[in-house]
C-alpha cells in the first residue's frame, strides 16, 4: 500500500511540475506558431490520418519534453543557482546579491534594536543564507542555499548528506509535505523554461516567415509574452521556496528523533552536544571512520539487546568451551 502510495505521488507530482507546462507548450506551439510556417508538410493530408498523426506527433512531443526537462532537473538548478554559470558573471551578480544581504542585515539590526516592526525583514532575511561567505550569486540560489543550512544551522544536522536517512524515518505527513512543497518550485521551474524554448521556437519561425514575404503576427505574439513572463515565472519559483523550507524545517525539527532511532542513536540530553553529534555523524558519513568521530559517536550509541536465540547460542558456546 506504501509502494502505490509513492509511486502515484510522483506520478502526480511528474504530471504537475512537467507533463502539464510541456503540453501547454506543445499546445501553444501547434495553435499560434505551426500556421506560420508557411510552405512546409508535416505528414499525410486525408482527414482520419491526418487526425491520428497530429495526436501522436503531439503526444511524442509533450512526453519527450516533459521527461527530458525532468532529468535535467539537476543542471537547470544547478545553473539557476549560480554554481555553473561563467565566471565574471557569477561574481558581478554574487557581489549584487551581497550588497543586498549587508543591507538587509544591518536593518533588521536596527529594527530590533529601536523596537521597530522587523517581522518583514526577517522573512526577506530567511531567504538568504546566515554567512555571507555563502551567499550565491541568484535569489534562487540564496532561496535554496538558505533551506539547505537550516539543519546544519540550528542543530549541526547536515540535511542534503542525510536527505534520504530523513525521509527514510519520517513521518508521512511531514515527507508528503516537503515532497509537495518542492513540486510548487518544480512546477515554477520547470514553465521558465518551457517558456524560454517556446520564445525561442517562435522567434524562430517569425524571422523565417519574415524572409519568406510573410508577416507573422501570432508567432511574434508567441515569443513576446514568452519572453514577458519568463521573469514572473521565476519570482514565483524563488516564493514557493519559501514554503518548501518551512516543509523542510518541520522536516528537520520532527525528524531528528526518529532518525537518531533509525541510526542506532540516542539523543543527548542537551543541544550543545546535540549538535555535535550529528555533526560528528555527518563527519563520519562524508570523511570516514575517524577516531575523532568514533570516539564520541559510541558514548550515544544504543545497543540492541540480544534476542532469545542469541542467547541460546552464547550459551551453547560457552558450554561447548567449559
Excluded: C
Excluded at 508557411?38 to 519534453?65: E, K, M, N, P, Y
Amino acid at each position: 500500500m506504501n509502494l502505490i502510495k509513492d509511486v502515484s505521488g510522483g506520478l502526480a507530482r511528474f504530471v504537475v511540475a512537467w507533463l502539464v507546462p510541456s503540453a501547454t507548450a506543445v499546445a501553444v506551439f501547434v495553435v499560434a506558431v505551426m500556421p506560420d510556417l508557411h510552405g512546409i508538410s508535416f505528414g499525410r493530408h486525408d482527414s482520419d490520418a491526418a487526425g491520428l498523426q497530429a495526436v501522436g506527433l503531439f503526444s511524442v512531443a509533450v512526453l519527450v519534453l516533459s521527461v527530458f526537462f525532468a532529468y535535467t532537473a539537476l543542471p537547470i538548478y544547478r545553473w539557476l543557482e549560480g554554481y555553473t554559470m561563467p565566471g565574471p558573471l557569477a561574481r558581478a551578480l554574487t557581489k549584487r546579491r551581497l550588497r543586498e544581504w549587508y543591507r538587509l542585515q544591518a536593518l533588521y539590526d536596527n529594527q530590533r534594536r529601536t523596537g521597530s516592526d522587523w517581522y518583514v525583514t526577517l522573512e526577506r532575511l530567511a531567504a538568504y543564507p546566515a554567512s555571507p561567505s555563502e551567499v550565491m550569486p541568484t535569489r534562487l540560489g540564496n532561496a535554496l542555499r538558505a533551506m539547505e543550512g537550516y539543519g546544519e544551522n540550528r542543530f549541526g544536522l547536515d540535511s542534503q548528506s542525510l536527505w534520504y536517512e530523513l525521509l527514510g524515518t519520517a513521518s508521512d505527513r511531514v515527507r508528503r509535505d516537503a515532497e509537495d512543497a518542492r513540486a510548487g518550485v518544480d512546477f515554477f521551474i520547470s514553465a521558465m523554461v518551457h517558456l524560454a524554448l517556446l520564445g525561442m521556437a517562435a522567434g524562430g519561425v517569425a524571422l523565417w516567415s519574415l524572409a519568406d514575404g510573410a508577416l507573422p503576427a501570432s508567432s511574434t505574439i508567441v515569443a513576446f509574452v514568452s519572453v514577458t513572463l519568463i521573469p514572473l515565472t521565476y519570482n514565483q519559483a524563488v516564493g514557493n521556496v519559501g514554503e518548501w523550507r518551512l516543509a523542510i524545517r518541520a522536516l528537520v525539527n520532527t525528524g531528528r528523533v526518529p532518525l537518531a532511532d533509525g541510526l542506532g542513536l540516542r539523543l543527548p540530553n542537551t543541544f550543545e552536544e546535540e549538535r555535535e553529534l550529528w555533526t560528528s555523524y555527518v563527519g563520519l558519513v562524508a570523511h570516514g571512520p575517524h577516531d575523532v568521530y568514533l570516539r564520541f559517536l559510541n558514548r550515544y550509541r544504543v545497543l540492541k539487546p540480544p534476542d532469545d536465540s542469541d542467547a541460546a547460542s552464547t550459551q551453547q558456546a560457552a558450554t561447548a568451551r567449559g
